[in-house]
């Protein structure tokens, strides 16, 4: 998510952070990289003009702080700038009841998908949903979004076969609802290859039958400058309240972002970050100009940890980590603790954007960081008898063959883990390392010990950004060990056989 934006970002603030004083001349230099760094970001040329004239007027004007360095107080105004662009505030759904919500946007833009995803949010938040399906043109979409209402646990109205007239469908769909006693009706409409006359006529019309409290338009954020002139054109002649932007994982330049909301003045409520259904974030302005300027997301991290795992369950495997008896069979509830951590965020790489300095290294990261190797130590570790599981010091030659050819995996492999799991256990049992390692994982109680619990997860192949703890082979290629810096395991592969 804004890879080359906040990789550039990055790259100002490093300089800036070095200032012994703010001058029109540095203010101008670090605004020139700005602007080249959004426009290439495909933010739209009067909005980039805007926010850098709003940046150059306050960092010349503004007094600096006895307790920051100059260039503290200058990423901060372009923090606040960022922030103030985004919306200022998150801004929730109206959901007074029955409330009823109209998606629009164009096809391609995951308009189904994202009805699916709202309505599953909105089921965990103890709402009553169910889905109107509206779009009779495009083929199998009313089978798609049943089959991901299906998915979601959601009830979906489907009009009759045949039917090509929406308002009739729309019609048609009222008694349905009100037998359903729902208190959310989202209504997923038709799109078309690009906004025209028809299209408009049509939603116009829906719009006014259905009075909906909140029309959001979905648009894919990688389509950059198009977007806005969808989102231009669509709140100018329907009237949209809100903003859902999709495929926000996959976008490295991130401009609609950016754009949209000072352009419509309508704010962006949620973000699309994955294809699981779970992968819909409400849209917080502030968290997200973080994640833009390379600062992480911590609260999100921290939501994330607190979602997918059990505060109780955490501490348990803290105590035993901790433990002499700490074995392959409490590793095994690390991994499943891990993978439900990075399935709620999107994988590993959706878990480390997150960490303040990682934004901007997500593509070199990409090379050195691989969900499946999750995968292939649980095979190896499910290849072991509990006794092996318990005593991994029993494991000879011949064991380990019949272990590797069980999981399909290597002997070099398997000495590898085994060598890594010898080194994280010894790390285990160093109290200064481990207080520092949980300190560093917001482990002091609150949502935070979740993360606590999770110490020896992340950090086997991270790069750079290792330092959360000690997992074997997490990564590939030449980092495949363990952090470049934090160096909690040594590089996987052979390594001695143990007898």
């Known amino acids: 998510m804004f890879g080359s934006l906040t990789e550039k970002f990055e790259g100002v603030f490093r300089r800036l952070r070095g200032l012994g004083k703010i001058s029109e001349s540095n203010v101008a230099d670090a605004l020139r990289e700005v602007r080249l760094a959004l426009l290439e970001a495909d933010v739209d040329f009067a909005v980039t003009r805007d926010f850098l004239a709003a940046v150059k007027e306050k960092a010349l ?168 002139s969808v989102a231009k054109t669509f709140h100018e002649s329907i009237g949209i309240t809100g903003i859902v932007l999709t495929k926000l994982d996959g976008d490295a330049r991130g401009g609609a972002a950016l754009s949209m909301r000072r352009v419509t003045q309508q704010p962006i409520k ?117 006794k092996e599981r318990k005593r991994p010091e029993i494991l000879n030659a011949k064991r380990r063959a019949r272990i590797a050819a069980g999981a399909g995996r290597s002997v070099n492999e398997l000495n590898g883990m085994l060598q890594q799991f010898g080194d994280m256990r010894k790390l285990m049992k160093n109290p200064g390392k481990m207080g520092a390692m949980a300190k560093m994982m917001g482990g002091a109680g609150g949502a935070g010990g979740g993360l606590g619990g999770l110490g020896g997860l992340g950090g086997g192949g991270l790069p750079d950004f290792g330092k959360l703890g000690g997992m074997p082979g997490m990564g590939s290629g030449k980092h495949s060990g363990g952090s470049k810096f934090g160096q909690m395991g040594k590089p996987g592969g052979g390594g001695k056989r143990r007898k």
Do not use: C
Request: proline residues 4%; charged residues 25%; aromatic residues 4%.
């Open 61 to 228: 004007g503004v007094e600096v702080l006895k307790s920051v360095t100059p260039g503290q107080q200058l990423i901060k105004i372009f923090h606040d700038e960022i922030t103030a662009l985004l919306g200022g505030d998150a801004v929730p759904l109206d959901l007074t009841p029955p409330a009823r919500i109209m998606m629009v946007g164009l096809n391609g833009a995951g308009k189904t998908t994202t009805s699916a995803k709202l309505a599953l949010k909105l089921k965990k938040e103890g709402k009553k949903v169910v889905l109107v399906a509206l779009d009779l043109y495009r083929p199998a979409a009313i089978d798609q979004l049943a089959t991901l209402a299906g998915e979601v646990g959601v009830p979906v109205y489907q009009p009759e076969a045949g039917e090509k007239n929406v308002l009739k469908a729309a019609k048609a769909s009222e008694a349905w609802i009100a037998s359903q006693n729902a208190n959310v009706i989202i209504f997923d409409t038709a799109g078309r290859q690009e906004v025209d006359e028809a299209l408009i006529a049509e939603l116009k019309e829906v719009r006014k039958y259905l009075n909906p409290a909140e029309v959001l338009l979905v648009a894919d954020a990688a389509t950059g400058q198009q977007a806005v």
């Open 270 to 386: 949620y973000a699309g970050v994955g294809e699981k259904m779970s992968q819909l974030d409400v849209f917080v302005p502030d968290r997200m100009a973080q994640r833009i300027l390379g600062m992480g997301d911590i609260v999100g991290l921290v939501e994330q940890a607190a979602e997918a795992i059990d505060e109780a369950d955490a501490m348990k495997m803290m105590e035993r980590m901790t433990s002499s008896d700490f074995d392959f069979t409490d590793f095994l509830g690390q991994l499943k603790m891990m993978k439900k951590l990075t399935s709620g965020a999107g994988g590993m790489m959706g878990l480390l954007s997150l960490l303040p300095g990682v934004g901007g290294k997500i593509k070199e990261m990409k090379s050195q960081v691989d969900d499946k190797k999750l995968l292939h130590i649980e095979a190896l570790i499910l290849s072991m008898t509990p």
